[in-house]
């Protein structure tokens, strides 16, 4: 997904296994630009993995969101053809997550990874899943890790989440 996107109303409930060192997710699994993902679910097990490595910088996965990329990767933050880093903005909002969520990299019950200028979660809600990992990763029930200055999460709910690292991620 690369734009500004609307995303509202989508469940998962199937299995999502992404193919050898990519991203994964319920709903998106990697995106950049101005995206919106209002009152989606995912209740399906998620799982990235590295291969034989025990861990790979791609192997993001999530219940909702798993890799949110700014438009320009680096530390970059001039305006470039009219566009800065601050519209990258990544609104998460009234989504919930029940699946389980396995990787060898970063993850989250809501959202992996994102980068983005300005990133707001509101009203989401992660709960009875496991959040597993094979080794040196971020993860949390809501958010594994951003790298953004600009972050608001407000009246999210983790409500009977096992955060685990382990050897074996099948």
């Known amino acids: 997904?690369?734009?500004d996107a609307?995303?509202?109303?989508?469940e998962n409930t199937g299995?999502?296994?992404a193919g050898q060192k990519?991203?994964?997710?319920?709903i998106i699994a990697e995106g950049r630009g101005k995206i919106t993902v209002l009152s989606c679910k995912n209740s399906g097990a998620i799982k990235a993995f590295a291969g034989d490595e025990n861990y790979n910088l791609n192997c993001n996965a999530a219940g909702i969101f798993a890799k949110n990329k700014a438009l320009f990767?680096?530390?970059?933050r001039v305006e470039m053809s009219g566009i800065t880093f601050d519209d990258n903005i990544l609104t998460i909002n009234n989504c919930i997550n029940t699946g389980d969520v396995k990787s060898s990299f970063n993850m989250g019950g809501i959202l992996a990874?994102?980068?983005a200028g300005i990133i707001e979660v509101t009203n989401c809600e992660s709960k009875n899943c496991k959040i597993?990992?094979?080794?040196?990763?971020?993860?949390?029930g809501i958010i594994g890790v951003?790298?953004?200055?600009?972050?608001?999460?407000s009246n999210c709910r983790v409500d009977n989440i096992d955060l685990k690292r382990t050897s074996d991620l099948r």
Do not use: W
Not at 132 to 140: I, P, Q, R, S, W
């Open 22 to 26: 990519r991203a994964a997710a319920g």
């Open 146 to 153: 951003t790298y953004s200055k600009n972050v608001k999460v």
């Open 15 to 17: 299995i999502v296994n």
């Open 1 to 3: 997904l690369f734009a």
């Open 113 to 115: 990874q994102s980068d």
């Open 73 to 76: 990767d680096g530390d970059s």
């Open 6 to 10: 609307n995303i509202t109303g989508c």
């Open 132 to 140: 597993y990992d094979t080794g040196v990763a971020d993860k949390g």
